[in-house]
């Protein structure tokens, strides 16, 4: 695509990267037709090839963000379809990026969604704070059906239906400290504990801790990590962002110099695509570049480090029938296909994947909050894909995803390491069946 930036303009190291990536776009339109909002509304103004022209208008000519622009970037999902589908490698994710920051400087929303993104960004990456509001949401549910009928309370509606009706305690593996490796030492690892699947489900990262230490992993939750950033980063909150990445970047770099790691490990692909990214969103910062760059060559997905051990024979082999369903961050923003549903299938699982697999199910951090009616008939259109293999079970990498399906779903959603744990002696998963086609071994 030609681009007439001027030099001025260029001297921006934002606008400068932005330049170079419009450049490679070829206008195809290949990336239309795997567009989730694309395909919801058909728009080409909600399409990537659409956006990218409205982001291209918007920073060539220097102008503040309008209406229309921020209707229809506040529409993508950050889903990341069009990545995997475009010819030309062109970087869309550090494009919107870019665009959602600008967005952030340069236009004034209404009161009320000004109000709402205030509060997200003050309460999701704060587990206390969630814990917090969770319990709170208790009160707001009889007024659902009230908040629906005013658009601008949509939102705080789809906040009080994707809020669990109880919450867990919170966990002790959560705290800073060690977790040693049982026998034969095999890697030293650090576990990001994150913030709203801490809340939510904090039984996703005990699994994942006893898993690998019954491996002979030892595990560090190192003192100071917290929320990845990614969910204020999708917000256009740079600041937020960029301090969350520093906080992480210090937290790890301490583990490191401590006794060195292997890996770190991430059990939501959602933060898993930010940490990857963080050498990226540091380039700037000379105090960071390098440490931030060395922090997200560690970072791994739970299912990539599993991978890359050579694993024992799994304890029982439960025959259950999984639907796996790829999360957008897991399949588009990490390129981890093959490990999940391989690990599965050797832990002895009956592994199916959905049609439309690369859709996304609407949940895309704080989406399912923010543009409900989209998000709703995305993750409908995927429930009835997920119905549709027969499987008694549905697994996945992102607590986003667990909770926008399991909303609408009628079988169980759990994460993929609760049945690899399982298989490979943990507990059976709350509401998971064993077929019982596959004696035990
Ligand atoms: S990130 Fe997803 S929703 Fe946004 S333009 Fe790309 S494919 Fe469409
Ligand atoms: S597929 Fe790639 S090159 Fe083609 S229009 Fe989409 S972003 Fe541009």
């Not at 022209?53 to 229809?72: F, Q, S």
């Not at 929303?109 to 704060?126: E, G, H, I, K, N």
């Not at 109880?166 to 026998?183: E, K, N, R, Y």
Request: net charge positive; charged share 20%; with cysteine.
């Amino acid at each position: 695509m030609q681009t007439n930036f001027t030099s001025a303009q260029l001297a921006d190291p934002h606008v400068a990267e932005s330049e170079k990536i419009l450049r490679k776009c070829v206008h195809c339109g290949f990336c239309t037709a795997t567009c989730p909002t694309y395909v919801t509304l058909g728009n080409e103004l909600d399409s990537p090839r659409g956006r990218i022209y409205l982001i291209k208008d918007m920073l060539e000519n220097g102008r503040p963000a309008d209406k229309e622009i921020v209707t229809h970037i506040d529409r993508c999902l950050s889903c990341l379809a069009c990545m995997t589908t475009c010819p030309s490698g062109v970087n869309y994710m550090h494009l919107v990026d870019h665009a959602r920051a600008h967005i952030e400087e340069t236009y004034k929303r209404p009161l009320l969604d000004r109000m709402t993104r205030a509060m997200l960004a003050f309460v999701l990456p704060y587990p206390n704070r969630f814990r917090a509001a969770l319990k709170l949401a208790g009160f707001g549910r009889p007024f659902i059906g009230l908040f629906e009928k005013l658009p601008a309370l949509k939102p705080v509606a789809a906040m009080l239906k994707l809020a669990p009706l109880s919450i867990p305690p919170a966990s002790p593996t959560a705290s800073p400290g060690v977790h040693a490796g049982q026998g034969a030492k095999r890697g030293r690892v650090a576990i990001l504990t994150g913030c709203a699947q801490s809340v939510l489900d904090p039984a996703i990262n005990e699994t994942t801790i006893s898993l690998l230490t019954r491996l002979g992993v030892e595990v560090v939750v190192p003192e100071g990590e917290g929320c990845c950033g990614a969910l204020v980063h999708h917000m256009g909150r740079e600041d937020q962002a960029l301090a969350s990445a520093r906080r992480n970047v210090d937290a790890w770099m301490r583990a490191i110099e401590q006794g060195g790691l292997d890996a770190i490990i991430i059990t939501a692909s959602g933060c898993g695509t930010t940490i990857k990214d963080y050498g990226f969103m540091l380039r700037l910062d000379s105090a960071y570049s390098e440490k931030a760059e060395r922090v997200s060559a560690l970072a791994k997905d739970v299912t990539e480090y599993l991978a890359s051990l050579d694993l024992p024979e799994p304890v029982r082999k439960p025959g259950t029938i999984v639907a796996y369903h790829s999360a957008c961050s897991m399949q588009h923003g990490q390129k981890i296909t093959r490990q999940p549903k391989e690990l599965l299938t050797k832990a002895g699982f009956v592994v199916r994947e959905p049609r439309e697999g690369h859709l996304c199910c609407g949940s895309a951090g704080t989406y399912n909050i923010l543009q409900s009616e989209i998000s709703a008939k995305l993750r409908d259109r995927k429930v009835s894909n997920i119905e549709a293999t027969g499987a008694s079970v549905v697994a996945t990498g992102n607590i986003g995803c667990i909770t926008q399906i399991a909303s609408a779903a009628k079988l169980p959603v759990v994460h993929t390491i609760k049945l690899l744990d399982w298989a490979y002696g943990g507990p059976q998963p709350e509401g998971v069946a064993d077929s019982g086609l596959i004696a035990a071994e």
